[in-house]
DNA sequence: ATCACATCTGGGAGCGTTACCATGAACGCC
DNA sequence: GGCGTTCATGGTAACGCTCCCAGATGTGAT
């Protein structure tokens, strides 16, 4: 009777187990696995035995019973900051990728920038039981969220930091050259009055962004000689504020030929604020951004920027902590090891970009 | 020699398991398990003595355990179609919070809108083992893909279709009454020549929207006065073909004084367009828009517009699917469950639409 | 007192998989 | 020809939890 009460139980499950493909392909189940998990140490005629087995029942292995066994399935914590930034939908696409991979869940938790908040995120999460926490910007370059994650020994990897940081793994690209090479494009192209839109200052980004910029203008001698600085402003990567700058400085005399913002939002901006001048884009004025995020291709012109595979740099992120708590479930290790890893940029020409019509 | 081993790598784990809390609450684990998951039939003092057990040693139960154990943690898929749709953030985001809080994974697949690709991803999503899936618009309109999965028996819930599908459950906003009320927002504040752009014609919301517009117009009696129909473009929800109804819509004689686009993409189109003409929003037009995507809140001036709760659309999708799932596994049910969730929507108010400044 | 019933707790089996041996066969190598 | 080595496979015991029962106790109706 109890007995079967038991085999309903389990005949309720749809579900195809390692042990009827065992007995399909007459081999034992732990050869079963083998095969599944891709081990050598099976012959090719047992293997194609079982892959047929696996074929004819489809099989398909049960993810709980897979984790629990091999004590993985861990969750891995996604605290974002600014929801409105364009990065999360494709950052969650290449993180949500990775972790299905590895067969580890991700928890989401949202962040405002107060230090406060930032101290209760970082709770809920800890109270989540993660193992480990991705910071995708603005929060990578959080002190307050790193202290607190480095207190509960935690492995952190900083998606897109400017700069790395010495007590966590990171994820990013090369800011600088990449703002090297944009500007060198505009000087390829004819300009020679160019404009910056910096960052919003706390982004360790934005310097080198600007720090690039500014190294290719004085490798084409076309700052620094003497008389004034480059033309510039100061931006926050808002839309608003790049209309700001986009007004001083399309008020300054003579007017740049091009624009470089420092994000795709602010160059966005930049060419609302063309047009509302009676300035077509690219014909009297160039506008170009940073990131290719959705807004970039949104509108009209499209925008030249800079494109960082974000999905990309979020699946490294969790393969990069994946790594590190698997080490440290081994060794005790330090959770702090310095890797870091620079993914190659591109440079996407649209139609914001185009020679100056005078040479300028 | 071998028991040590073993306990060896049992002490690998970091992990407090239920054992430890029972035998430090002085109980079995099986009463632990109760209070964990909220059950009744346990006492007080019981339930308080487990409580502090739990807080003392940090227990946080197993996931892989509890869903081999409990049947749980299946795959759901979420297919989605145009990446570059801002929904998608939001929509993860509530999608994986409610993932998480039912214990199954998320398995994302994308796919281009042709038949061939659709029916390659659908197979993917099988072979992943997916127990049920979630359409985002726009492929939630696609009869290809809704076959397919009909056909694999598979439970399917639609998210912001226009209008409910027989063979899927759905959860959606009331695109008619929305629009009506926005249209009705517009004609309060005084605007009597509108004009409207549509959405894409093998969306049923965009024909929902037109719907709403019309029976706003008419009741107003700003209609069907015999002589012209109302002022209307198609679209297609793209920037661009917002910008090209724009064009054509601004060029009538006299022109509208208000502008309803049926997404905010086409809506910070005509923004842009009003802008390039030294036209001021809203001092001389006034533009809404429909779904409160980021791009609303990101241009200047901001969308007044309609907020569609996307996140929360998301997990009732989820929310729905498990269910659906589950109850399959109890009663073999037919997948195609008639459950429809309206969900509600709100006319966000920002800086875009004003009263027109003669009466038009 | 007896029985039905709800409330509370524990024992033991089982979820489906993989880790850890053990075993046997084949293959050199001195 | 014995002896290590690598390869190929199977048996068994976990992994940590929840489900299904079976008691145990209390409560009110008969």
């Known amino acids: 009777m109890s007995k079967s009460a038991r085999s309903t139980r389990r005949r309720l499950r749809g579900g195809v187990t390692i042990k009827d493909v065992a007995r399909q392909a007459g081999v034992s189940p732990m050869t079963v696995s083998r095969v599944v998990n891709g081990s050598r140490y099976v012959s090719d005629a047992t293997r194609q035995a079982v892959q047929r087995a696996v074929r004819e029942l489809k099989y398909s292995p049960n993810l709980a019973a897979r984790n629990l066994a091999s004590e993985r399935g861990e969750r891995l914590g996604l605290l974002y900051g600014n929801p409105s930034s364009a990065y999360l939908s494709e950052f969650l696409v290449g993180a949500l990728d990775a972790a299905a991979r590895h067969g580890v869940q991700l928890v989401l938790e949202k962040c405002e920038p107060t230090p406060g908040a930032s101290r209760r995120a970082v709770r809920r999460l800890l109270a989540g039981a993660v193992v480990g926490v991705v ?192 080490r440290m479930r081994r060794s005790a290790a330090d959770p702090a090891q310095r890797v870091h890893r620079l993914i190659p940029h591109a440079l996407i020409s649209r139609q914001s970009a185009a020679a100056p019509r005078e040479r300028g």
């Not at 020994?153 to 700069?163: K, N, S």
């Not at 004819?190 to 982004?203: D, E, M, S, T, V």
């Open 135 to 326: 910071l995708p910007p603005p929060l990578c370059e959080s002190s307050v969220v790193r202290a607190e994650l480095n207190a509960a020994r935690l492995p952190v990897v900083t998606v897109a930091a400017g700069r790395p940081a010495a007590d966590t793994m990171g994820v990013r690209i090369d800011d600088y050259t990449a703002a090297l090479e944009m500007t060198r494009y505009l000087i390829r192209l004819g300009h020679r009055r160019l404009a910056f839109i910096k960052g919003h200052p706390n982004q360790s980004a934005s310097e080198e962004r600007w720090l690039g910029f500014t190294a290719a203008l004085e490798e084409a001698r076309l700052a620094g000689q003497g008389e004034r600085p480059p033309l510039m402003e100061q931006g926050f990567f808002s839309f608003r504020s790049g209309l700001d700058a986009a007004r001083k400085l399309l008020a300054a005399e003579p007017p740049p030929t091009a624009i470089f913002a420092s994000n795709d939002d602010m160059a966005a901006a930049v060419i609302a604020e063309a047009h509302r001048r009676g300035l077509e884009v690219p014909r009297d004025l160039t506008v170009v951004g940073f990131d290719d995020t959705l807004i970039a291709s949104t509108i009209w012109p499209e925008l030249t920027t800079i494109q960082q595979p974000i999905a990309r740099m979020a699946a490294e992120a969790i393969d990069l902590l994946v790594g590190a708590v698997r």
